[in-house]
């Protein structure tokens, strides 16, 4: 495997050879002793990570070098990985480092195996985001416009949804809230032989049920008090293109029936009328909601279900989307910082450790929230946890021991799970992976408010 470059900007010849002999073995290491040699080597190299001493020549004991250094490589390579080393008594110094584009800061003197755990974490990052340029470059352009994914559950979502796109069947799409399940709608839109044709969506759970047989099927003059006119409905208006059906499941009973005419005939019939219209639309679903428990309980058609979900779609939570996360972090921030024209160049690595801490209940869309009001919030160049207001979660446990750390993780997780919930034991055992009667112990324990 080809060594990673790294660049070690030291004038002190002793700590330059400490250093190139501590990293010789696992990277290609170069050295710098003052600034002129430093920029010439970014632009030849395009190192993965720099080390940088502030202290550099002409004046070793003054920082003025050091930061114009940093400054230089950020707009030079701003990829670079830059680690600041400061004097033992530069903590400001080693903040407003941070603050200026640094990836993260040690002071003197150094302790290699403690800058080697550094670096270590700072090429992951720098290959991470490495990864995610090379993934951009190879979706530029690609049907999945919006839609960043490596990981084998998403890329399995693409391949299902460039087979079924070009077939004339329904598709059901599963999958928590926030996930991207319009996102998934629109793709398979944009990829079928109606792609030409109108994309009509409608959410079944946001329109009070007296209106909601008017909004999807139409109505004519004077079916019902206040129809002053005659008005399409949504089904109607996705004529030779796609209708899809947001939280299917909460349709009530009496629409399903309607709705399976329609997928069984392809006629409707407007609320007060009496003329068969044919309707040549895609119908794609999507819930939130188990469907099959529905079924059991009597809340929705089982012969409904199988007309929408000739092809089902499951997409997996944020959490279980491994290194994705970081991914999409990455391209959400590229996309905010682009609109507001922000200063923002990054994550720090604390930033970083908090997303991937982060259990992330709202998924893709509580992702979006938090970096679009940190890129408005943020004050320096990179987010920091408090930018994301992820620092409960990432901060609060260190001050701990472990076995303290762990009862307070647990209980802040039963919380927000009950919460999520709206303090259904059952459902939030289930969301837990634990039995009821563990629950219910473990409320009792911490002493948790339903």
Not at 37 to 58: E, K, Q, Y
């Given at each position: 495997?080809?060594?990673?470059?790294?660049?070690i900007?030291?004038?002190?010849?002793e700590?330059?050879?400490?250093?190139?002999?501590?990293?010789?073995?696992?990277?290609?290491?170069c050295?710098?002793?003052?600034?002129?040699?430093?920029?010439?080597?970014?632009?030849?190299?395009?190192?993965?990570?720099?080390?940088?001493?502030?202290?550099?020549?002409?004046?070793?004991?003054?920082?003025?070098?050091?930061?114009r250094?940093?400054?230089?490589?950020?707009?030079?390579?701003?990829?670079?990985?830059?680690?600041?080393?400061?004097?033992?008594?530069?903590?400001d110094?080693?903040?407003?480092a941070i603050?200026?584009?640094?990836?993260?800061?040690?002071?003197?003197?150094?302790?290699?195996d403690?800058?080697s755990?550094?670096?270590?974490?700072?090429?992951?990052?720098?290959?991470?985001?490495?990864?995610?340029?090379?993934?951009?470059?190879r979706?530029?352009?690609?049907r999945?416009?919006?839609?960043?994914?490596?990981?084998?559950?998403?890329?399995?979502?693409?391949?299902?949804?460039?087979?079924?796109?070009?077939?004339?069947?329904?598709?059901?799409?599963?999958?928590?809230?926030?996930?991207?399940?319009?996102?998934?709608?629109?793709?398979?839109?944009?990829?079928?032989?109606?792609h030409?044709?109108?994309?009509?969506?409608?959410?079944?759970?946001?329109?009070?049920?007296?209106?909601?047989?008017?909004?999807?099927?139409?109505?004519?003059?004077?079916?019902?008090?206040?129809?002053?006119?005659?008005?399409?409905?949504?089904?109607?208006?996705?004529?030779e293109?796609?209708?899809?059906l947001?939280?299917?499941?909460?349709?009530?009973?009496?629409?399903?029936?309607?709705?399976?005419?329609?997928?069984?005939?392809?006629?409707?019939?407007?609320?007060?009328?009496?003329?068969?219209?044919?309707v040549?639309?895609?119908?794609?679903?999507?819930?939130?909601?188990?469907?099959?428990?529905?079924i059991?309980?009597?809340?929705?058609?089982?012969?409904?279900?199988?007309?929408?979900?000739?092809?089902?779609?499951?997409?997996?939570?944020l959490?279980?989307?491994?290194?994705?996360?970081?991914?999409?972090?990455?391209?959400?921030?590229?996309?905010?910082?682009?609109?507001?024209?922000?200063?923002?160049?990054?994550?720090?690595?604390?930033?970083?450790?908090?997303?991937?801490?982060?259990?992330?209940?709202?998924?893709?869309?509580?992702?979006?929230?938090?970096?679009?009001?940190?890129?408005?919030?943020?004050?320096?160049?990179?987010?920091?946890?408090?930018?994301?207001?992820?620092?409960?979660l990432?901060t609060e446990?260190?001050?701990?021991?472990?076995?303290?750390?762990r009862?307070a993780?647990?209980?802040?997780?039963?919380?927000?799970?009950?919460?999520?919930?709206?303090?259904?034991?059952?459902?939030?055992?289930?969301?837990?992976?634990?039995?009821?009667?563990t629950?219910?112990?473990?409320?009792?324990?911490?002493?948790?408010?339903?």
């Amino acid at each position: 495997m080809e060594k990673s470059n790294i660049l070690i900007i030291e004038d002190d010849e002793e700590i330059q050879s400490q250093m190139k002999w501590a990293f010789t073995r696992d990277y290609e290491v170069c050295i710098a002793s003052d600034r002129q040699h430093a920029l010439g080597m970014i632009r030849r190299d395009r190192p993965a990570v720099a080390t940088l001493d502030l202290g550099l020549p002409p004046n070793p004991r003054d920082v003025t070098e050091g930061f114009r250094t940093l400054n230089e490589i950020i707009q030079e390579s701003p990829y670079t990985k830059v680690i600041v080393i400061t004097g033992q008594d530069g903590k400001d110094h080693a903040l407003q480092a941070i603050a200026q584009g640094a990836y993260d800061f040690l002071r003197k003197p150094v302790a290699l195996d403690e800058l080697s755990v550094i670096v270590s974490r700072a090429l992951h990052v720098y290959r991470l985001e490495h990864e995610y340029r090379l993934l951009q470059e190879r979706l530029s352009g690609d049907r999945f416009e919006g839609m960043v994914g490596n990981s084998p559950q998403m890329q399995e979502v693409f391949a299902t949804i460039r087979k079924v796109a070009t077939a004339e069947v329904p598709v059901l799409i599963v999958g928590e809230s926030g996930t991207g399940k319009e996102l998934v709608a629109r793709a398979i839109h944009r990829q079928s032989i109606k792609h030409k044709g109108p994309f009509v969506a409608i959410n079944c759970g946001a329109i009070p049920e007296n209106l909601l047989e008017s909004e999807l099927f139409g109505h004519e003059k004077g079916a019902f008090t206040g129809a002053h006119i005659q008005r399409k409905g949504r089904v109607e208006l996705a004529q030779e293109g796609s209708l899809f059906l947001d939280e299917v499941g909460e349709l009530p009973f009496l629409l399903q029936v309607k709705l399976l005419r329609f997928l069984q005939e392809h006629q409707i019939e407007r609320v007060g009328g009496r003329e068969t219209i044919p309707v040549n639309a895609r119908v794609i679903a999507a819930t939130n909601a188990n469907l099959n428990q529905a079924i059991a309980e009597g809340r929705f058609r089982e012969d409904l279900f199988y007309r929408l979900g000739v092809v089902v779609i499951a997409l997996p939570p944020l959490r279980e989307r491994g290194e994705d996360m970081v991914l999409l972090a990455h391209a959400l921030l590229q996309r905010y910082v682009a609109e507001r024209s922000s200063h923002i160049k990054g994550f720090t690595r604390q930033a970083t450790t908090a997303l991937q801490n982060h259990g992330w209940p709202g998924n893709v869309r509580e992702l979006e929230n938090r970096i679009k009001r940190a890129v408005i919030m943020a004050q320096g160049h990179r987010l920091t946890p408090a930018d994301l207001d992820l620092t409960t979660l990432y901060t609060e446990y260190e001050r701990h021991g472990l076995r303290e750390a762990r009862e307070a993780m647990e209980k802040e997780l039963i919380r927000r799970a009950l919460t999520r919930n709206k303090g259904n034991m059952t459902r939030t055992a289930n969301d837990l992976g634990v039995s009821r009667p563990t629950l219910h112990d473990l409320v009792s324990k911490y002493a948790i408010e339903r």
